[in-house]
């Protein structure tokens, strides 16, 4: 898409198009999904450099607003891909804030029951 912005593997869009679908069907499921998705380390990390990357491209824009914000930093050449890459990248950014809200639980709940011990 752009410079320093890496693509992602097949195994990795496929696993954001099924959360995607998920997420629509049942919030719940998603982010039990989102989850289990940290304990795959090397698909976990992949997504994780992408969203990186992305911020270091576009700054932390949230994509679920569109593209209209950033299209001035891309090549005019260039817009349509960001158009296109834009559902994708919102769906990383997503993934990487119920994440980033699950591993927030986690580590409240592990430091809630060592203050009770």
């Known amino acids: 898409m752009g410079t320093g912005v890496p693509a992602l593997s097949p195994e990795a869009l496929t696993q954001l198009e099924r959360m995607e679908k ?19 380390a090397n698909l976990n990390a992949e997504i994780e450099r992408f969203r990186e990357a992305v911020e270091r491209r576009f700054g932390d824009h949230d994509f679920r607003k569109g593209v209209e914000a950033v299209e001035r ?15 994708r990248i919102a769906a990383v950014q997503r993934l990487g804030r119920e994440q980033a809200h699950i591993r927030a639980l986690s580590f409240n709940r592990s430091r809630n029951q060592g203050m009770t011990r």
């Open 22 to 40: 998920l997420r629509l069907a049942d919030p719940a499921a998603y982010s039990t999904e989102a989850a289990m998705l940290i304990g795959r």
């Open 73 to 87: 930093r891309v090549p005019a050449a260039e817009r349509e891909k960001l158009a296109h890459a834009a559902p």
